[in-house]
């Protein structure tokens, strides 16, 4: 795994950066945007055009599935960093590998928790726990089929790192594995109004039998993550999330919260379909290599309750 450096540099802020955003018009990605903005710098968002970016922002228009569009799109525009939000495949990875190698000295992909899907510990994973030089590829996959992709996903991100890390040297990149993202009033999951409304009239909540605990992040914790990351030139893969742990039963005590008059109903399940933010293994991630290079989190159970309020609302759902 590759890593340059443990602490980073960053770069001169007194120069205005030209930054490419692909995807990532919604969510975090809007509040990382705007960040941007707000600190001068020269924002580009590549989409297929179904949304327009922000104000101040420019736009291309191109299917990042498509090499030729790609390429056709961007001509002969330079970035100082890229910031792809909506990388998935390991093929999206390859088309911007080839497309993106010697337009821009850094490239910063979103990544997942979930590229730790296999690995079964209790204690909180590290990010040398998969080192994406070590990921097999196979390009092969039907990665361009919706439902696979949509069961696939974290094999899909961690496939896709393995790419990227392979290009070596020549093309600098990090990959931040974010936690399970919680808050903001435009939170479109619906996870946190899937607790809400069964607390709220008492249906059971279905979560495994043995029901372990994760990371989280909120969302304008992550917007600041990538922000910061963008003006930093450490490499490889990043874990970011909150300090702390939750369970779901907290997760529904934090809820529950909004309704007094509620009742909150866990049903143990061996097997099928359990609620959003329950796991059969331990999502927990190890934030101390960012932590070293200089970014620091907030505490999970400290914004929980506002991140609660933010995504139900004054009415509670």
Partial sequence: M?????????????????????????YFGKRLIARL????????????????PPAGARQLIADRNDENSLSDALGSRTFDVVVDQVCYTPRQAAIARRVFAGRTRRY?????????????????VREEDVDPRTVAVDLELPWDDQEFLESHYGE???????????????????????????GGEDDFTGRMHHYAERIRTGEPISVPVTN???????????????HWAVGEDFTGPVNAASHGLLTTEELC?????????????????EVGEVSPFSFTRSYGMDNSRATRLGFTFGEVRHWLPGAVAETLGKGGN
Avoid: C, W
């Fill in 2 to 26: 590759v890593m340059e450096k443990e602490r980073g540099a960053g770069t001169d802020e007194a120069r205005t950066r030209e930054v490419l955003v692909i995807g990532g018009n919604r």
């Fill in 37 to 52: 903005l707000a600190a001068g710098d020269r924002v580009t968002v590549l989409n297929r055009g179904s949304s327009a």
């Fill in 108 to 124: 910063v992909m979103t990544s997942t928790v979930e590229v730790y899907e296999y690995e079964d510990s209790l204690t909180l």
């Fill in 156 to 182: 899909g991100k961690r496939q896709a790192e393995a790419v990227l890390a392979a290009a070596g040297p020549g093309f600098p990149y990090t990959a931040v594995r974010v936690a399970h993202v919680l």
């Fill in 212 to 226: 372990r605990s994760a990371t989280y992040i909120h969302v304008e914790e992550i917007a600041d993550f990538l």
């Fill in 253 to 269: 005590e934090a809820v529950a919260a909004r309704f007094p008059e509620g009742r909150t109903v866990l049903r143990p399940v």
